[in-house]
């Protein structure tokens, strides 16, 4: 059961005298109205009163799953704080709720505060913002937010439009598994660098304009990948699901899924004609438009399009004939509309409509088709079903040689966690691999196994089988396999075969199936085996591609 507890000014005292010392804080507290000693602190503003005194080393402050109703302001200097000596507010064994209870921020963090950390925390009940970062005595930096879920339904002005996340000039901040919802927004980033948004959900609830919005970030290195972000609001030049404004430059918005339902854009993109080493890219994402809107508009500053390097996603709308927009923003002079082989065609005719230095098209790998997700419309089921066209159709491509972005990226996982292909999906979902087989082999006999999801014809597959739970390393991918050998024990000094049909070319509609040949060894009887495909690059650098689940199975007479 959730208690509801109230911070009010006695309860504040009491719990200064009952948990803080006169010293810097060091290791673990809690925050707890139920507890006691000089450990725990009664409300969140009583933790956070006693940080004024600084710390000397990490601190964790674990709190209760009860509900705290108070508003949190930290604005106040943590001596001590680094990258070293970071301070988290975790709830371990169950939500904790802060309840704003209707006043206008429910946790706001004002610079020179930093190095933060906050878990597992639902923040409810505020009227403006849940969730503020905000520039002050210097730029706020470092925090770190996993599993929040900020929910509210607020007033707002789409010039100065509250969000559930609102961050200024904020620097490396990583918002992670977080669920954000507002009907003004349900993220702001205005200015700032290195702000990450991975595997979120951001809904803005029929209402907001947009629902996510990254606005002046000049070459940035924003990141936003594998979000489910949907339902703006049907509002004239503002009712985007995302848009990316004004100065918005150097970002990565890849493999996302996107989704609107009126007459407005899903997706807004918009910056100067800067160089291309400073373009955003848009890369991976699945956007769709089940109203009478497009999926995209690209806008159009000075005779040229903004650079984006858009590529690889896949579009989806009802109206082919405005599925993509070349355009001004206010008071819009539409340049072009079509959909996607006309915006080639066009990009054809109207060479110097593209800034030059960068890439010479736009979307050229790009699809337009019904992305075959489980459910677009609520409730919503964005995983991809198997017969899916945007299976393999991603790039690890994600950062072109003329861009300043980090030349390594890639996103290795997708919303659940699950590894990327080296040949990815579009969207936030990646399709596993899963095998069909189990049960019982007798010694002697063949365990026959199928690899029962969509990969790319021609690539070669072998199954892999181990004794125990695993895992071991096979090339730079872990097999969730067992610790022993690869079923190389010998029986009677005879080493048995593991390995049958390895070499078989996966068919044309990406299955494959194998058989697992056990030797007539009577010792192996008993034995439970765990079984998985391997997909083995065809070249270097890759080797392992993907592996597939482990079935298990045992070995009969």
Partial sequence: MIALIRSTPVALALALLVGTGAGQLNGTYTIDPSGSGSRNFKTFNAAVTALAAGVNGPVTFTIASVVFQETVLIATPISGASATNTISFVAPSGQA?????????????????????????????????????ASGAGLPRDFVFSRIEIDNEAPGSPF???????????????????????????????YGSNVLFDSCEMDGLGKARPVLYLVNGRDSDHVVKNCFIHSPGNTRSYGYALRLAANSLGAMIVNNTIISDHSEATVFLTSPPDPWSQASSFKN???????????????????????????????????????ILVSTWWNPLIVFSGDLAAFR????????????????????????ADPGLVSMTQPFDIHLKQTSPVIDLGTTNLVEPFQTFPQ?????????????????????????????????????????????????????CQVGSSFGTGPIM???????????????????NYWPRVFSGYRGVLDGQGQAKAGINIPYAPTLIGLRLNTAFVTISPSAPFGIQSISNTVSFTITT
């Fill in 160 to 190: 100065d439009p509250p969000a559930a996340f609102d961050a200024t000039d904020v620097i490396d901040c990583v918002v992670r598994n977080c669920i954000l919802r507002g009907t003004s927004g349900a993220a702001v980033v205005n």
């Fill in 97 to 133: 709720v802060l309840d704003a209870n209707g006043q206008n921020d429910a946790l706001r963090i004002v610079s020179p505060v930093s190095w933060l950390r906050f878990e597992n925390i639902k923040i409810i009940n505020w009227r403006r913002r849940g969730l503020v970062i």
């Fill in 474 to 492: 096979i090339g730079w991918r872990p097999l969730g396999l067992g610790l022993d050998d690869l079923l190389l024990a010998t029986a009677n």
């Fill in 285 to 323: 994402n699945i956007v769709i438009n089940l109203g009478t809107g497009p999926a995209i508009v690209f806008e159009w500053i000075s005779n040229q399009i903004s650079p984006y390097v858009s590529d690889h996603n896949c579009y989806y709308s009802r109206n082919p004939s405005n599925r």
């Fill in 345 to 368: 065609a066009w990009q054809k005719q109207n060479p110097a409509a593209i800034v030059p230095g960068g890439v010479t098209s736009y979307d050229a790998n790009s699809i337009e």
């Fill in 408 to 460: 390594g990226f890639k996103v290795t996982h997708d919303f659940e966690g699950q590894v990327r292909e080296w040949k990815p999906d579009i969207g936030a979902d990646e399709i596993a691999a899963s095998l069909v087989g189990s049960g019982s082999t007798s010694i002697g006999g063949t365990q026959n196994l199928a690899l029962a999801a969509p990969r790319d014809a021609g690539l070669l």
